[in-house]
Structure formats: C-alpha cells, structure tokens
C-alpha cells in the first residue's frame, strides 16, 4: 500500500487518521503542494486532478479521501468507521459531507491561491473567507450533533468514525486564523476527546516526516 500525501493536506489528513484507526501502514511519497509537485507529469499520470491524497492498494489506484476510506472500511472491516444501519450510515456521511463537500473545497489552498492572485485579495481578505465559511458549516454541523441521542462521546456513538475522521482535520484547519470555537460547543468537546487518541494525534501535520 502506498500514500500520496502532504503534510499540511486535510484530505491526506483524514486518510492518514483512517490508517492509524484500521492499524495499518503504508509506504509514502510526499507530495509538496505548495512547491507545486502536483502539478508535475509524474504525478498528474498518477492522479490526473493533481490533488491529494492518493492510495496505491493491490494495482488499483484511489482518490479522493471518502471513497479512500470508504475502500479502507470495505477491505479491512475492524474497527467500521460506518455504523450498520442505513439510516445511521446516511446521517454519518451527511456529517462527513458537511466537512468534505461544503467547507473544504472552498477552503483549500489552490481556491485561496485564485483568492489572492485573481482577485487581489490580501491576508485579511483571505482570512474573512476562510473563516466564514469554516462557521457556516459548523453552525450547521453544531446543529446535527448538539442534544441529538444518536452523539455520543464521538459524532455517532462512543468510537470515531468517518464523521470524526473529516470533522478533526477541518478543526485544526480553523486553528489558521484563530477561529473562535465557543459558538460549537458540541463540536469542541468531539474535537478534544479525538485529541488524547493516538490515531489521530499521528496523523496530525506537525507529526508527519514532511512537516515544515
């Protein structure tokens, strides 16, 4: 098994905690997004978005990080990182999706790449966009969770799965520009709880052999 990563990357990020979670390991190249290695022949041939993360398992080639995890999930089963019931299933994903659909991808280096270079946007422009759309998805994410039966000490229950997965990487993201966490506080507690496992304090940037 290979993984494509990068340090700073939230999505690698998310599959390096589903790693740790499943106990297993994984060879590594590092993928400096910043020094634009994803742009390169070499790893566009790869994974032609030229994103970030990117599993080798068995011959196949996988991307994007919730189909990567879900691939992990499907072939190594214990621990699940998806609840049995489809409702369950469904609701955990609709959290996962909050995170990886609605605030990441407009968060993400290259949009704020096109922010300062297209538009002229400086520090502060940039960080009133990355800040506000980090609150508005989790005023919604607060929303689902706060005094819902099926939150336990995690998301969903009382093991992490994939909706801590995405929410823990998003978190730390907020920590950026010092994004003010008291307004979510059902999500704070879940972060900090993450926060003392091993598998996800590994998987965090500064940990990782390409940390800068």
């Known amino acids: 098994m290979k993984l494509y990563d990068f340090c700073r990357s939230s999505a690698a990020f998310r599959v390096r905690i589903a790693l740790n979670l499943k106990g297993l ?3 590594r190249e590092f993928i400096h997004l910043r020094r634009n290695d994803q742009s390169t022949p070499e790893y566009l041939a790869v994974n032609p978005q030229g994103l970030v993360p990117a ?8 991307i994007q990080s919730l189909a990567i995890i ?8 214990e621990p699940p990182l998806l609840p049995g019931h489809p409702a369950d299933r469904a609701r955990v994903r609709a959290l996962a999706q909050i ?3 609605d605030i990441h991808p407009i968060d993400n280096l290259r949009v704020l790449r096109y922010l300062s270079k297209e538009f002229g946007q400086d520090e502060k422009g940039i960080e009133r966009w990355f800040n506000h759309w980090i609150a508005e998805g989790f005023r919604a994410f607060e929303a689902l969770i706060a005094d819902n039966e099926q939150t336990g000490e995690f998301c969903h229950g009382d093991t992490p799965g994939l909706a801590d ?3 823990y990487p998003q978190v730390v993201n907020s920590q950026r520009y010092s994004l003010d966490l008291s307004p979510y506080p059902t999500l ?3 972060f900090d709880t993450c926060s003392k496992l091993p598998a996800f ?6 940990n990782q052999p390409d940390a800068e």
């Open 25 to 27: 390991s994984a060879e």
């Open 55 to 62: 599993l080798v398992d068995e011959g196949e080639t996988l």
């Open 70 to 77: 879900e691939y992990l999930d499907e072939t190594h089963g």
């Open 99 to 101: 995170v990886a659909c």
């Open 165 to 167: 997965i995405c929410l």
């Open 188 to 190: 704070k507690r879940i």
């Open 201 to 206: 304090i590994k998987a965090r940037p500064e």
